[in-house]
């Protein structure tokens, strides 16, 4: 369950001081196991909600809840552990260039200290799931987008997170591409998995229903 209670998100400016609030007053509730899509022209504060919920960044006022556990700076210590239960996409696939698509899937696993005969067999069965058997080998410049991005999916989810935000993963796909990541994530959310995906992309919201959170100048004005 990821919960808003009257959040507020504001951003140094470049001289040091506090800049003015990119998210304000954002309260809302996503339950446990919901697929939702966060939606919103570009500079509404889609990132920043992401940023939030994986952690990267701390709200500056309100209450924050991740996987039942309240987000505060003082608990700082236990941000680490929380992290290792949620998964990211990030448009920009952001795989390691000069790793392999397993060592990229691997590498979760590998700092969570798994030892390399536990964690062959979940990486194999990752790569397959997202169709990238015999690929392997290949470093990222070897494959296509729609392929890089698959691999970034599998390193997001192999840790088997309760939580995956992905922020504009289909931004460099073509359609074909982007319904088939889609539908990755979909399978994800039906195994249990509490999904939030950012998008600026009408045609796939229409071809896969479910709740949206609306966001316009850093709040929330539309929820369902
Ligand atoms: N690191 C930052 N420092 C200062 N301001 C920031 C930073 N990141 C985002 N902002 C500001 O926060 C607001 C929301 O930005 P955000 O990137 O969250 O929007 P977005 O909806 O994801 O936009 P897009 O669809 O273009 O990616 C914008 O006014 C932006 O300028």
Known sequence: MVR????????????????????SDLTFTLPEGSFTWLLGASGAGKSSVLRLMHLAQLPTRGDLEVL???????????????????????????????????????LPLRLAGRSESSLRPDVTEMLRWVGLQGKELSLPQQLSGGEQQR????????????????DEPTGNLDSLQARRLLALLTQMNRLGTTVVVATHSEELVAQFPAPSLVLDGGRVVHHG
């Open 68 to 106: 039942d556990t309240l987000v505060r700076p003082e608990r700082r210590a236990a941000l680490p552990a929380l992290r290792r239960r949620i998964g990211v996409v990030f448009q920009d696939f952001r795989l390691l260039p000069y790793l392999s698509a397993f060592d990229n899937v691997a």
């Open 151 to 166: 691999v970034a999916i599998a390193r997001a989810v192999v840790t088997r997170p309760a939580l995956l935000v992905a």
């Open 4 to 23: 808003f209670t009257a959040v507020g998100l504001r951003y140094p400016s470049p001289d040091g001081r506090a800049g003015p609030e990119a998210l």
